[in-house]
């Protein structure tokens, strides 16, 4: 029989809510600390190889994290096959950059077009889908990926979207000047042993925003979260889970599958959407060669990689398929492997080699491995229900027991 874990909490009580809170204060510490530290290009040595690390690339992953986060509302938690997040993640970031180059609209203040634009884009794209399913649907969505960068090259849209030179943007997003970001980084470079790693002295302006930036997105991205942790616990994101688990069930419940399967599409979409405003907000440049349909099958490899139908999996998806690919193809040598092994495209194969291994060994996914190690060491209790208290008649106290029918108090 194996052994209780060493830590339980009873879900709602102090202990659960001071270990929820201990976990988030380390989790932000933790940000700051790659923040300050990556604020330019570092460099990561591992087995004689360097990889590169910044807040650029991070912010870049925040991006993805973000669409496989709408990815997993309409495949994870609604079973709808879609390979057209893509489309909708270029689709926010070409409307940023447009209504920021163009009209000299704020950064954020863009999400007021973007986000309802997505929506009903992509719930008018769920209509037609609602008769197909499957590879079917796969196939069709996949489609809606593969035409963006021709749409985006058309001869009628070349004003708004400058072809296939992309489009660029020179606004930038600047810290604010009351941001004590260089009081910060002093103290973090006061630290012993470790404080070389987070430079010497004030930041430069660029450090500055970059840092500006990804705390920025940070947030975005939680927002993001904390909105689909809330729908997928209400009664549209319950519906939404009995159509991926049954579809049959779930309408002779009497639920309406038709709205409920375009609503996941319309919030896949808005949140592909903020993606892309994510993604074109740090890069400056929107180009019709980063959202080719290979865009759309990464996040697929993101959402199973981290886990299907899990919020955390997000998280590690856009990690996975922001470094993994570079990561690999930066290796040369790697104990047990010949060097000519490496040689070539290394990047998309060990991406391809760990979706396979992962698909054997960890079926659903990063996630539901560090769920169970989890479990090994920390169990959430549910609450007990809360009893109903018998009053008497007058309503002033307790009323007594009552014995069994048949029962006598002296035992015979």
Known sequence: MASPPRYQFVDGSRAHLT????????????????????????????????????????????????????????????????LGQGFFFGMGAYLSAWLVADHNWAW??????????????????????????????????????????????????????????????????????????????SILQGIPLIGGYFGDGDLSSREADRVWIFFLMVIVAAVCTKLVSNLVKSRPGRALRAIRDNETSAAVTGMNLALYKTLSFGVASALGGIGGFIYVAELKIASPGDFTQLISIYFIVGMVVGGVGTLPGAVIGGLVITFIPEWASATSEFPGIPDRWLQGPTGPLLMGILLIVLTFVLPGGVTAGARQIKARFIRILPKPPDLPVATSAAGDAPAPDREPVGSSSDGA
């Open 108 to 185: 954020f203040s863009t999400l007021i077009v973007v986000v309802p634009a997505c929506f009903i884009v992509g719930m008018a794209f769920g209509i037609p889908a609602l008769r197909i399913r499957g590879l079917y649907l796969a196939l069709v969505t996949l489609g809606l990926a593969a035409v963006f960068p021709a749409i985006v090259q058309l001869e009628a849209l070349q004003e708004y979207t400058n072809g296939a030179g992309g489009l660029q943007v020179d606004s930038k997003l600047v810290a604010p000047d009351w941001l004590p970001l260089d009081g910060i980084a």
């Open 19 to 82: 270990y929820k809170w201990v976990f988030i204060a380390l989790f932000v510490v933790f940000l700051v600390l790659i923040a300050f530290a990556y604020n330019d290009t570092g460099k990561l040595a591992l087995f004689g190889n360097e990889y590169s690390l910044s807040t650029p690339r991070l912010t870049k992953a925040i991006a993805f994290m973000v669409a496989i986060l709408g990815l997993q509302v309409v495949a994870g938690f609604t079973g709808q096959l879609s």
